[in-house]
C-alpha cells in the first residue's frame, strides 16, 4: 500500500490531488508540520529531510513533490498524468520544478525566513516582499505557460494539481488572484473536479 505524508496546507496536496486523480491505492496520512509531527525520530527515520510530501512505495520512500508527481504518473499510466513523449515530459518536469524552486520558495519567505537569515528585521523585509515576487511568478505563469484549459493544453496533468496547490496560497500572499484571469478560471475548474474535491474534504476533515 503507498502511503503518503502530508500537513494541512502544506504543499504535499499536490501529490495528494494526483494520487487520487490517478485512482492509485494509497493511504494518507497527516503529519501536521504545526506540531512538529516531522520532526519526530520515527518520521526522521523515514525522511531525514523533515518535510512533507514523503511517498512510502514498495520500492523505497520519495521525497519532493516533483519527483512524487513524476511517479505517480509513471506508476500509473491508464490516468494519463503526464506526456509519454520525452519532450513534452521534459516541459512538463520545467514547469512543475519552477514552482518548486521558484514560486513555493518565494512563497516559503512569508513565513520560514529562518532559512535564510537570523535577524527579525530580515524576516520582516521578506515578508514584505513576498506580494511582488509571488506576483511575478504568477504574471509570468499567466503570460507564458497556460496552454489551454490546463496547464498542458486540454488534458488535465500533474502540473494542474502541483499549480493548484500554490495558486490557493495567493491570498495568504498578499496577492488577489483575479488579477491573473487564466490563472484564477484554471484553479477554479481543478477545485471542481470530483478527485480534487473528494482531496480537499479530506483535508479539511
Known amino acids: ?25 494509497y493511504e494518507a496520512v497527516r503529519t501536521n508540520l504545526r506540531e ?16 512533507v510530501p514523503a511517498l512510502v512505495t514498495d520500492q523505497g520512500v520519495l521525497t519532493e513533490n516533483v519527483a512524487i508527481l513524476a511517479w505517480i504518473a509513471h506508476a500509473f499510466p491508464e490516468a494519463r498524468l503526464a506526456p509519454t513523449d520525452p519532450w513534452a515530459f521534459a516541459q512538463a518536469q ?34 514584505r516582499k513576498v506580494p511582488q515576487t509571488m506576483s511575478a511568478g504568477f504574471q509570468l505563469i499567466e503570460d507564458e505557460f497556460l496552454r489551454g484549459p490546463f496547464v498542458l493544453g486540454e488534458a ?14 495567493l491570498e495568504g500572499a498578499g496577492v488577489d488572484p483575479k488579477q491573473f484571469p487564466k490563472v484564477y478560471a484554471h484553479r477554479e475548474r481543478v477545485r471542481a473536479r470530483p478527485a480534487v474535491g473528494k482531496v480537499l474534504a479530506a483535508e479539511a476533515a
Not at 16 to 24: F, P, R, T, Y
Not at 98 to 105: F, I
Open 156 to 169: 488535465f496533468s500533474i502540473c494542474d494539481a502541483y499549480l493548484f496547490t500554490l495558486a490557493d496560497w
Open 1 to 25: 500500500m503507498i502511503k503518503l505524508f502530508w500537513s494541512p496546507g502544506s504543499c504535499a496536496l499536490a501529490s495528494h490531488i494526483a494520487l487520487e486523480e490517478a485512482g492509485a491505492p
Open 36 to 51: 512538529k509531527a516531522n520532526l519526530t525520530p520515527e518520521y526522521l527515520a523515514l525522511n531525514p529531510k523533515g518535510r
Open 94 to 127: 520545467a514547469f512543475n520544478t519552477y514552482l518548486a524552486s521558484t514560486v513555493h520558495v518565494a512563497y516559503a519567505h512569508r513565513m520560514r525566513g529562518y532559512r535564510w537569515a537570523d535577524e527579525e528585521s530580515s524576516f520582516e523585509d521578506m515578508r
